[in-house]
């Protein structure tokens, strides 16, 4: 399973090993008390070909930047999200695990002059930057300080609102991304052992991440057919439910 599995998953390219590392805390440690141990890191990224090196200069910098910590116990280090690190876990969380769209169906253009609404005032008022001085906004219309709103009211919205959010390379990554997992599907037998199941799983959720946090929730409305954020979607799922989360006990368990 794994030798035919893990390449596909990976499409050949070397992982960045601070980013595998938050999607494992992120589908494995997110809660207040679960913990990885440093020996079943090591025994996970050595199944994707990281080397133990790489991995000690990842957790260094994650623990750098305020993500995560470690205490020992005996002879091991045990790892886990800070409050920082578990906050914004969980925000992105929903969005990663969620088995349908959660975009609402209307929504509304915003425009102002980039002297009265700069990027992070648009962000603060959660709009997307469509063009300098317009912004893409979901949901009902609301008053928002400085901008001028306008609902829209075009179905499907024209076609260059649609690039300015999905472009034509993140599409084509969705398109690679969705063969890769059909061929992941058709090699892959009953559930293995506990740590190559956490690395694939691993690898699945790392892999739709990357793509899905790219671009804001959008409405059906916001993507043809050639964007196949949906199929992806329910691929990534099902291939989820053939494997089921091991529990931290069992990983840490094994791998010590």
Known sequence: MKAAAIPLLTGGESLRVWSFLVTLFGDLARGPKDRLTGA???AMTGLVGIKPASMRVALHRLRKD?????????????????DKGRAETLQAT????ARVSLAPR????????EAHATPDAAARAG????LPGVYLGLGVPAEIA???CLPGSQEPPPDWLKRSLISEDLTRQYQEFEARLDQVADVLPAPGPDLERAVLRGLIVHGWRRLILRHPDLPESFT??????APTREKVHALLDRLPKPTLAALNGFAE
């Open 127 to 130: 709009l997307v930057t469509v």
């Open 146 to 148: 400085g901008f001028l």
């Open 40 to 42: 079943t890191l090591t």
């Open 66 to 82: 305020g993500w995560i910590d470690s205490q020992k116990a005996g002879r091991a280090s045990h790892y886990f999200l800070t």
């Open 94 to 97: 929903t969005r990663i695990y």
């Open 106 to 113: 209307h929504w509304f253009l915003a425009i102002a002059p």
């Open 224 to 229: 043809g057919p050639e964007c196949r954020i």
